[in-house]
T-cell receptor, first 107, second 118 residues
Framework: GQNIDQPTEMTATEGAIVQINCTYQ??????LFWYQQHAGEAPTFLSY????GLEEKGRFSSFLSRSKGYSYLLLKELQMKDSASYLC????????FGAGTTVTVRA | GAVVSQHPSWVICKSGTSVKIECRSL??????MFWYRQFPKQSLMLMAT?????????EQGVEKDKFLINHASLTLSTLTVTSAHPEDSSFYIC??????????????FGDGTRLSIL
């Protein structure tokens, strides 16, 4: 079975940094995706990690530790438009999604 | 490119109606498409994997006679919710994997279909 945990909600101030953690216990693993989803819209791809370490993409970075079954998404220089749900998804040919973390950015 | 179009975007219909949702890859061929369902404030749950020219693979707990999937071409998969009831009201999202792409490439998602059964 698949067990993917992430916090339900996080709130931060514009310009700040927020770290969204994701822990997983899955039967198979071929990488971990992070997606952003605004309400009523489809998810959009943010990042992908298959090897341990940090992947940086502009204001967004993602980290993976396979031995610990742990990943995080780091959002820097938060903007109001970053208010959304962030989904952690483990890839084993098909995707298993966590429940998502709703991030609210306040002025 | 890698655009996936999903139609319709919103459906409201009476209980007992069958509803067909289309998922098209507009600028690439997709041997595999995935159908997800998302209830409010919950995550995406994979319903089935649709392979062109063969039967879909359904996830545990998803009734294949209730949710009919057809993937007749490399650019089109359809999901038909048969005899829909209010509990089937949800956000249905498809995604597609480009032909030849490995599974470590991100899936390309459609914009979703919001289904409301009265």
């Amino acid at each position: 079975g698949q067990n993917i945990d992430q916090p339900t909600e996080m709130t931060a101030t514009e310009g700040a940094i927020v770290q969204i953690n994701c822990t997983y216990q899955t039967s198979g693993f071929n990488g971990l995706f992070w997606y952003q989803q605004h309400a009523g819209e489809a998810p959009t791809f943010l990042s992908y990690n298959v090897l341990d370490g940090l992947e940086e993409k502009g204001r967004f970075s993602s980290f993976l530790s396979r031995s610990k079954g742990y990943s995080y998404l780091l959002l820097k220089e938060l903007q109001m438009k970053d208010s959304a749900s962030y989904l952690c998804a483990v890839n084993d040919y098909k995707l298993s999604f966590g429940a998502g973390t709703t991030v609210t950015v306040r002025a | 490119g890698a655009v996936v179009s999903q139609h319709p975007s919103w459906v409201i219909c009476k209980s007992g109606t069958s509803v067909k949702i289309e998922c098209r890859s507009l600028d690439f061929q997709a041997t595999t498409m995935f159908w997800y369902r998302q209830f409010p404030k919950q995550s995406l749950m994979l319903m089935a994997t649709s392979n062109e020219g063969s039967k879909a693979t359904y996830e545990q707990g998803v009734e294949k006679d209730k949710f009919l999937i057809n993937h007749a071409s490399l650019t089109l998969s359809t999901l038909t919710v048969t005899s829909a009831h209010p509990e089937d009201s949800s956000f249905y999202i498809c995604s597609a994997r480009r032909q030849g792409e490995e599974s470590n490439q991100p899936q390309h998602f459609g914009d979703g279909t919001r289904l409301s059964i009265l």
